[in-house]
């Protein structure tokens, strides 16, 4: 399963990533509410453990919006607040399950299992930004009606910027999001994948549309610059 882990505890996410990690499971993280909003409503993951107290947006703000924009992401709330209007209250904003801290390890993985015996989560619709149509359900790519093979990291930038067209992606969520947070992700690297990107999807004398913010990451638009 891929899962995003969203804890602003440090010991904490580092535990649940390795031990998530060695049962066998694809692992995000991020310790912002921000952050995490914007990765699971741009990547299609299996399940959200989300904490409740984070900075930048609480966790039952990311279930209330997720659920508002229709996402349907199973999402384990876990939370040291284990009062019955407290859970009740994460139930109703679209939170599936409740696990209260302390807990156990063994209890979290067969939470997990529970939630991989409903089955996958329904493939999202097709993503269409100005020329682009992006096809999740196969990973194709065509512009103007015209196949174009990408790779599965150009594919993974791509789709984090369609499914975000017209806000700035920071180089750490997207590091977060196609490498998994991997620590030796440089920047030259993911420049390098956003150059061949462009060769791609862009066509000689045409407006740019994956555009560089400098300082901060990168946005797709289909407005000239």
Not at 111 to 139: I, Y
Not at 163 to 177: Q, S
Request: with cysteine; net charge neutral.
């Amino acid at each position: 399963m891929r899962i995003l882990v969203v804890e602003d505890e440090h010991r904490m996410a580092a535990l649940l990533r390795q031990g998530l990690t060695e049962d066998g499971h694809v692992v995000s993280a991020t310790s912002n509410g921000a952050d995490a909003f914007s990765m699971a409503s741009a990547s299609d993951f299996d399940l959200i453990l989300l904490d409740v107290m984070l900075p930048g947006m609480s966790g039952l703000e990311i279930a209330r919006r997720l659920r508002a924009n229709r996402g349907k992401t199973p999402i384990l709330m876990l939370t040291a607040r284990d009062t019955t209007a407290d859970i009740v209250h994460g139930l109703d904003l679209g939170a599936d399950d409740y696990l209260t801290k302390p807990f156990s390890f063994e209890v979290l993985l067969a939470r997990v299992r529970a939630v991989g015996r409903r089955g996958p989560v329904a493939q999202p619709v097709n993503l269409e930004v100005g020329k682009l149509l992006l096809k999740p359900s196969s990973r194709e790519l065509f512009r103007d009606g015209r196949l174009i093979e990408l790779t599965r990291t150009e594919y993974a930038i791509l789709e984090l910027l369609m499914r975000n067209a017209g806000r700035v992606i920071t180089r750490d969520l997207m590091i977060e999001n196609v490498w998994g947070g991997e620590s030796d992700v440089e920047s030259n690297t993911i420049d390098s994948f956003v150059r061949f990107l462009r060769a791609k999807i862009e066509s000689p004398g045409q407006p740019r549309c994956v555009r560089t913010v400098r300082g901060v990451g990168y946005m797709l638009s289909t407005e000239p610059e």
